[in-house]
């Protein structure tokens, strides 16, 4: 097959990719090893930014999420035993809205079929080859066992955080950027009524504890643990006692318990792959940087990834110039590091370090007190949740 542009990877950095170019007329073929199935069962972030929404809207994938999504106008941050609200609204004039990444996977992959798009999920053996030539390919085998070999312009690895396209910049070039964290997240599905308005993002002596939504009956929590604790080693009264011990304070503010549908232990990391282009290939998404899931940004760099990579490829691919896709790296970087220090701010502010001092806890304490008593660092906050970043 010959084609424009091959992707590699159909989460939802690939698949709006493919969108965005065939609306501005170019070609596109997506292949992932996962089936559709898999990626839709995969229980992933929740949080969408105002422009997010926007681009999903604007660009016709969906408005589905106009009506099943549900708009927050803040969140609550909660430490020694109190909630305090932090209201993006009044602060930044800004919302975010609760819609599953996994419905922004179905309306893309939904949308991509209703246009025609030429997705290949189940392949296997993926292999990109020439990427410094004018011809670069991936060679799969697809689902119906068929070897399959694809000719475009330009390849653009979306495959996620242990990208395979990202090990094709040779490693003299590669600098990868990392910093590690001694803490995971475990997190859960159940059902039960939601037990606050909005998201809580709690501190406690015991470790971060993180209440989301999903739906009037189903919720979705998180809370701090080891990055090898076993989930074996917690039945639903363990995980309840945990998740109720973090959040409990004075107020009286307790959890709507229902059975456990879902338990994961969730690694995460900071890192950032430069370059991002290496001849005819380019990164998006995971592939290129992840953040930790604190403030919940992953998703969003990647859709605001692949929104500004629509447009240079297109300008590239419509002057026949390939050096026009040096444009895309800078400007993304400018996001993915605003949206690294925010996601690694927020996550220091609210997470226990394992040994850590007292003198860490105290000064932690103050600095939340700090953000909360303060306009200005409400407003920080505010502007870095919703992605409003200053100056950006
Ligand atoms: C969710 C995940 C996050 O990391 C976050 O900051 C907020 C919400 C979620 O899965 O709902």
Redesign the pocket.
């Known amino acids: 097959t010959d084609t424009a542009v091959a992707v590699v990877g159909a989460g939802p950095a690939g698949l709006m990719l493919s969108h965005l170019l065939a609306r501005e007329g170019i070609d596109s073929v997506v292949v992932d090893h996962r089936s559709r199935r898999e990626i839709e069962l995969t229980?992933?972030?929740?949080?969408l930014e105002a422009d997010s929404v926007a681009l999903l809207v604007d660009s016709g994938v969906s408005d589905r999420v106009l009506r099943e999504g549900s708009v927050h106008e803040g969140i609550a941050l909660r430490f020694g035993g109190a909630s305090h609200r932090i209201d993006f609204r009044e602060l930044v004039d800004a919302t975010v809205t609760?819609y599953?990444q996994t419905d922004v996977f179905v309306d893309l992959a939904d949308a991509r079929e209703r246009d025609g798009g030429d997705v290949r999920f189940d392949v296997a053996d993926t292999e990109v080859v020439d990427v410094t030539g004018d011809r670069p390919g991936v060679l799969f085998t697809d689902a119906a066992g068929v070897e399959c070999e694809v000719r475009a312009r330009v390849v653009v690895g979306a495959d996620g955080s242990r990208s395979t396209c990202r090990s094709l910049v040779p490693e003299t070039l590669r600098e990868q950027v990392v910093r590690e964290y001694p803490y995971a997240w475990f997190?859960i599905l159940c059902d039960a009524p939601p037990s606050a308005p909005e998201?809580v993002?709690a501190r406690s002596e015991r470790g971060f504890a993180?209440v989301?939504?999903?739906t009037a009956s189903v919720q979705?929590l998180?809370f701090e643990c080891d990055p090898d604790e076993d989930v074996d080693a917690w039945p639903d009264e363990r995980i309840w006692a945990e998740l109720q011990a973090r959040v409990a304070g004075d107020d009286g503010f307790a959890l709507r318990e229902g059975p456990v549908t879902d338990k994961a232990v969730l690694r995460f990391r900071s890192s950032v792959c430069e370059p991002m282009r290496y001849g005819t290939l380019l990164l998006a998404g995971d592939a290129a940087h992840t953040v930790p899931?604190?403030?919940?940004k992953g998703l969003n760099l990647a859709l605001a990834d692949v929104r500004g990579l629509a447009e240079v490829v297109a300008a590239a691919l419509g002057a026949g110039d390939l050096d026009i896709l040096d444009r895309y790296a800078p400007r993304a970087l400018e996001r993915v590091w605003r949206a690294q220090h925010f996601s690694y701010w927020l996550t220091s502010l609210l997470h226990r370090t394992p040994g850590g001092s007292e003198f860490d806890a105290r000064r932690q304490l103050a600095e939340l007190r700090s953000v909360v008593a303060s306009e200005a660092g409400r407003r920080y906050l505010a502007e870095g949740y919703t992605g409003r970043f200053a100056g950006l």
């Open positions: 229980a992933r972030a929740g949080i609760l599953p997190g998201l993002y993180l989301s939504q999903r979705r998180y899931p604190t403030g919940a």
